[in-house]
């Protein structure tokens, strides 16, 4: 606590919310609304670390992963997407389950405990592809956690199995995943769903196969894409659907605001990349308003080393891992690396005044330094 | 106690000792340095504009006696391939850089064996016809020729602002040290030398810059010694119209390799550049470093002490060479400032408005 900063967040009057955010208590949607529409940005950092630090206190965790994105074939393809291809495209492929263990066994020298796969919506991909693909990088690597397809791929599994989304589920537990990532979500509103990504299913399927996955007890983070034609109500009604679903089910580790890339996507004709205040104020935001999720995850993949390290300040207590081999950011021209290495995510985290946690995708402890 | 006593200092305008920088150095979060920062900048600058200049690097040549440790850019002169700008080079870049809007040429260039002075006035004299604000020659330059001519430096300073020398960029302070100097440029001139060489060029009238590149060698003390001397000597001249620090980019440079130095990370970037605004109470203007830093943390800068976005840089070899390529336009510098809640305003050299 500060009395300087405390008068400076008055005066730029964020007063009311600053004494809720010290009283936790909840925002509500108008106090979202002040907040995307202040143009101080170290006060919004600052409010958004009080939540930071009381949920987190200094860790800053993240995780050492490996990346597989199976196909880039896809019935959707989204506007603001760059990886999506059509079946016939001479950019779209497919990896074989071979291919995959190939991949998988390549690394078995490091110490990587989350496999993270997320796919096109593959129009003819049998059902068993995917429970294969699960059983293969167990046996490749016995004991990983497998972090794997959106709420928007398992929809389609269900669709191509022929059954209920819980029982599909109930047959991929089966096969080895182990949580779901938070893709897919984009904005929840129908109108930016019909302007961006109309063949994707809606909102409100994609928060119902997440509350599904909860009351199985598989964990899913939940992310929103921003930067593009969406509106600041829209934005919010966005974490407010996530924050209720989260109050009902407990089921999300974390939320993921992920900034759009515009480059060779339809939707990027005319649109800049996202500046530095708008993803630190995502995070910001993302972080005052989910006040019941337990991390906020700034991707350097999306947003660079330089403002996710940055964002340890601003509300985000994760910075993701080493990911390697990331293609959908990447194909929208995300100027990046591919991986960062365990060395540099550790010094960018102490840097920041911050403790590195490594951790595994349930957020339990294995290392601390 | 201490923090909320300097908070009290600060916010009432009021200058803070090399111990408090110091203190607030080890342990000020980056939030409070951004809030104190900001406070000083709002403090000289009250109105919402961010200025910047539409300019041009030339390096006249790449041939350079001095070998710093730091640097990637330079060839030594017993290498085939550095290279002296001809007149119709710097004639066709002076020409695209009018084009553009642009208003001054930032000239710098290696320590070359041999060329007389008579070369870099006559090169003054040829550029000044072109009708352009040449901001050119660091305090390493000057003392160079000086040596070379036998000359002092302030009658080199003195015929090369008849030649058409507008003002001296803050090039090659590095850090005003003289340890870390003699480790990392021991052919450099000295911090003292740096120094001397602005007093003169302020007592003759011409404005320059102060620069500082950090993260390598040397220790806080020694960024706060030389801060301290950059401060000492506005207070005596004003002469130095900003300040500009940025970190060392280590790739593909000697000192690196023999040193294992990582790149600063953008939090110690912007903690350093709050840092700069804090002390440097009499110096107006601080520059943001895209070039070192990108677009996304040059924004934010805007809210840790930088006033000013620097320079379109319509070229820029020494930092390219140490593998680091950002490029902005003007209309990309301007969306960034106004995203930012900003005036975006074109200046020239001395930070009139256009």
Known sequence: ?369 | MAMQRLFRQITAGERISGADWLLLAKKASLHELGFLAHAVRQRLHPEAVVSYVIDRNINYTDICISACKFCAFFKAPDVPDGQVLSKEELQEKIAETKALGGTQILLQGGLHPDLPLAFYEDMLRFMKGEEIHVHGFSPPEIHHFAQLSGLNTREVIRRLQVAGLDSIPGGGAEILSNRVRQEMAPNKCDADTWIRIMHEAHELGLRTTATMMFGHIEHLEERLEHLQRVRALQDKTGGFTAFIPWPFQPDHTPLAATHCIEKTSAVQYLRMLALSRIFLDNIANIQASWVTQGPKVAQLSLFFGANDFGSTMIEENVVAAAGVHFRLSEEEIRRLVQDAGFTPRQRLMDYTLL
């Open chain 1, 1 to 369: 606590m500060n009395a300087y900063m405390d008068a400076h967040i008055e005066q730029a009057g964020l007063g009311p919310i600053l004494e809720k955010v010290r009283a936790g208590k909840r925002l509500d949607l108008h106090d979202g609304a002040q907040l995307y529409g202040h143009s101080d940005i170290l006060a919004l950092g600052y409010l958004a670390n009080i939540v930071r630090e009381r949920i987190n206190g200094d860790k800053a965790y993240f995780i050492y992963n490996q990346h597989i994105n199976y196909s880039n074939i896809c019935i959707n393809l989204c506007k603001f997407c760059a990886f999506g291809r059509k079946r016939e495209d001479a950019l779209a492929y497919e990896m074989s389950i071979e291919e995959i263990r190939h991949k998988v066994r390549e690394r078995l020298d490091e110490p990587i405990t989350e496999v993270h796969v997320v796919g096109g919506v593959h129009p003819d991909l049998p059902f068993a592809y995917y429970t294969d693909m699960l059983r293969a990088i167990h046996e490749e690597r016995p004991g990983v956690h497998i972090q794997a397809f959106t709420c928007v791929e398992i929809h389609h599994l269900a669709k191509i199995a022929g059954k209920p989304v819980d029982t599909t589920l109930n047959l991929l537990m089966e096969a080895g995943l182990g949580s779901m990532p938070g893709g897919g979500a984009e904005v929840f509103s129908p109108r930016i769903r019909q302007l961006t990504c109309a063949d994707k299913i809606s909102g409100e399927e994609w928060l119902q196969v997440a509350k599904t996955a909860h009351n199985l007890g598989l964990k899913t983070n939940a992310t929103m894409l921003y930067g593009h034609i969406e509106s600041i109500e829209e934005r919010l009604d966005h974490l407010d659907a996530l924050r209720r679903l989260q109050d009902e089910s407990g089921g999300f580790l974390a939320f993921i605001p992920l900034a759009f890339h515009p480059k060779n996507t339809e939707l990027g004709v005319g649109h800049s990349n996202t500046t530095g205040i708008n993803d630190l104020k995502n995070i910001a935001v993302s972080r005052l308003m989910l006040d019941n999720f337990p991390h906020i995850k700034a991707y350097w993949v999306m947003i660079g080393p330089k403002i996710a390290q940055i964002a340890l300040a601003f509300g985000a207590d994760d910075l993701d891992g080493t990911v390697t081999e990331e293609r959908i950011t990447h194909m929208a021209g995300a100027e990046t690396e591919q991986a960062l290495g365990h060395k540099t995510l550790i010094r960018l985290i102490q840097e920041a005044g911050r403790q590195p946690v490594q951790r595994d995708t349930l957020y339990n402890v294995l290392e601390e330094y």
